[in-house]
């Protein structure tokens, strides 16, 4: 089951039997994950499955019980592993006088970037506010802070990003721009790991996905290999008829039996899960 | 150090922007004001004033002492109200705010982090306290003609007072939320100030229970024995009835003082610090 969770290139960040407990609750309980290079990975569980834990465990703002936790390499927390990531919190802010610019510029100096103006600029153009460089952060929506937040992690082009639900507060376009920044950063070799209930969003993005639940991680894998056939759909000219559990292999000898019965074939699909209907199953239909 | 120099900054430009730094500043204005009312009215009635020809009391050096013990006392006050504010929820506050986290994550290290917020929240309040002391001492100066014994010494050992409290509340941020860190800190405050006062009664009533009980606090808490030495240092030089009565006074005292306190002072301002740094360097955020 290990290997199924760990992909098979060098790995960003790894975390191996990692358990945390805060008093008699036990938040993470033994969990394996590994995110290779250039890899995006989704993080998906119900509220206390223990997805921000594990991501708080990797950035260093919290301390495992047992278990380890290494980003690129370097002990989770250590000066090393935060010099390689960049994070966005579920729940932050910026100091609401701080403009968009000054927001970037103090995690510049921080995180010793060198990138100076011309990589505050692109950054805001990355997430689409280029327009609000002289903006107070308190005169910000929600969804603009948030971008803003983003482009913060982004700050030092960082090997490993760990975004905690980045898209909650943005409306459609936002989500895009978002969407779309992530599959840049994926093609430049940047590796993510992406927590979010937006099950949508990762399913377009991601190229592997874990699911967590009660602290236990209890399914991981790309999409696709997640997803559970569900059967063949055959369009004939007495409509749409479903042949449940029927694979892809059989789709030629259905095709073939329907001709035979006289029967006009016009179309043919293999349905199979969505990652809603895995997620489902994966967390026994639990809920927030 | 430029990432202390960073955050330092960053608390410092915090410190300024917020509300409360505009509120002490505009209530010190106001207390100067009323302070300069005050000496006006004190020492233009002082030449009215004559005392039985047996009591030997210097009257200038007592109502001038009395007043800029007072304003001792007032700048400690509003300087602790500006420290508290400024530092009660540095960890906690800033925690539960989500102001903390993005800062914590980058490469700086916890104690650099913690340890630039003390120097700037320092930084502003002994600004602060040794402008509104000597404006306090240049207004009984000139108003009154009495100037202290000591000049710069008491400014730094109130201002030395205040980083104390700096760091009370920046070890109670770290402990607990930013409401129950306020309210214990200015209890300690309290605690300290009743405790100077207990000395004063324990003196008067040559009490050793009382005198006991006030030199145990004043250990305890050193910025009241910070407080009292600094008011101690004003009159260093009264001496006879003068000297005895402004001891028996609210601004007189300063039974624990000297070179001990201070190292004292300085060892405990490392100790809180140290607990500070090590809670902070455990807790999860």
Known sequence: ?288 | MSSVVVIAGYGFREAVRRKVFTVVVLLTVVFLFLFWLANHYVFGELSQITPPADVNVDTRTFAGAFMFGLAIFATLFLGVVLAVFLTIGVVSGDAERGLLQPLVVRPVGRSTLLLSRFLGAAGVSVGYVLSVYFAAMVITGLTGSWWPDRIVSPGLELAFAVVIVIALSLLGSVVISSTANGIAVFMLFGAGLVAGLLGTIGHALNSDQVKHASTIAAWALPFEALYQDALRMITENASGLTGFLLQLGPFGGAYVHGWGVRVWSVAYLVGVLAVALFGFSRRNL
């Open chain 1, 1 to 288: 089951m290990h290997a199924q969770y760990c992909a098979n290139v060098s790995t960003a960040l790894a975390v191996r039997g990692l358990r945390k407990r805060y008093g008699s609750i036990e938040a993470l309980k033994g969990v394996d994950l590994e995110v290779g290079e250039g890899e995006l990975v989704g993080l998906l569980g119900p509220n206390g499955a223990g997805k921000s834990t594990l991501v708080k465990i990797a950035v260093g703002l919290v301390r495992a019980s047992g278990g380890t936790a290494e980003v690129a390499g370097a002990r989770a927390g250590s000066r090393s592993a935060r010099a390689a990531l960049g994070y966005l919190a579920e729940l932050f802010r910026f100091p609401g006088w701080y403009t968009a610019d000054e927001v970037l510029e103090l995690h510049q100096r921080l995180a010793g970037s060198r990138g100076g103006a011309p990589e505050r600029k692109r950054l805001l153009e990355l997430v689409a506010l280029d327009e609000a460089a002289k903006r107070r952060v308190d005169g910000m929506s929600k969804g603009m802070q948030q971008r803003l937040g983003v482009a913060q992690a982004l700050v030092g082009e960082p090997r490993i990003l760990l975004l905690d639900e980045p898209t909650s507060a943005l409306d459609p376009v936002g989500r895009r721009t978002v969407r779309l920044l992530l599959e840049e950063l994926r093609g430049r070799g940047v590796s993510v790991l992406l927590n979010s209930h937006l099950l949508s969003e990762i399913e377009l993005v991601c190229d592997r996905v874990a699911i967590l639940l009660g602290g236990e991680l209890v399914a991981a894998g790309t999409p696709a290999e997640l997803s559970r056939p569900r059967g063949v759909e055959l369009e004939t000219d007495e409509g749409l008829r479903t042949v449940e559990g029927a694979l892809r292999d059989d789709v030629p000898r259905l095709v073939g039996e329907a001709v035979r019965d006289g029967r006009k074939v016009y179309g043919v699909r293999v349905l199979t899960s969505t990652l809603e209907d895995t997620y489902l199953e994966a967390v026994g239909g639990e809920t927030d």
